[in-house]
């Protein structure tokens, strides 16, 4: 695990895969069940890779009840800068372009776990004493995503498009050795103002505001 991690672990912990399944598996037959997990930045230190505690919610709801109960847990974990969708334009020769010029430092998030198979998958394949954390990677997928569906490069600047990744980071020892394996969980694709990870609510994630 990186050092963004370690500083989220002195918050939250070690979590193993086995106490984040048990989290993601609860209420299994739950005809309203909801998946989620809300991230925060600890502490005010901007920085490229800061780190982040990310909560887990696994949450059923009986309407004819009027109940609701809950599984939860804290898991490390960081973010990596990406870009807001404030532009400049280059020129280089007679070529011009435009780039995303100013760094996005979400300091809250948020991620919709519900369909997400794969996150299931990744901890049934762990070892149950495996230690996990998430990494948010905003901008991670811009480029990669806009070539795959023949788009120019120029497309995702001009409408303010951005793919940001989730990941799930895992470390564990193997016949003596440390093993550290990543899983591809999600890719979120939209402009900067919508529902991305971390956009600015209420003057919530400012530069220069403390988290809380």
């Not at 899983?183 to 209420?202: C, E, K, Q, V, Y």
């Amino acid at each position: 695990m990186n050092g963004s991690v370690e500083d989220a672990v002195k918050h939250t912990g070690q979590v193993t895969a086995k106490q984040l399944r048990e989290v993601i598996r609860a209420f299994p037959r739950a005809n309203d069940r909801r998946r989620f997990m809300h991230g925060r930045i600890p502490y005010d230190r901007p920085s490229y890779s800061s780190a982040f505690i990310f909560t887990v919610r696994c949450v059923n709801r009986e309407r004819e009840k009027r109940t609701e109960t809950e599984a939860k847990i804290d898991v490390p974990g960081y973010v990596s800068n990406g870009h807001t969708s404030q532009r400049e334009t280059r020129t280089h020769e007679n070529s011009t372009w435009q780039v995303y010029s100013e760094p996005y430092r979400p300091r809250h998030g948020f991620w919709s776990l519900d369909h997400l198979d794969t996150l299931e998958t990744a901890l049934e394949l762990l070892p149950a004493d495996a230690s996990v954390a998430f990494h948010v990677y905003l901008d991670a997928g811009t480029h990669e995503y806009l070539i795959r569906a023949d788009a120019s490069m120029q497309f995702g600047t001009e409408h303010g498009l951005h793919a940001d990744q989730l990941y799930l980071v895992a470390s564990f020892m193997k016949r003596g050795k440390p093993v550290e394996l990543r899983f591809l969980l999600d890719t979120s694709i939209g402009a900067h103002n919508s529902a991305r990870f971390g956009a600015p609510r209420h003057d919530r994630d400012t530069e220069g505001r403390a988290p809380g």
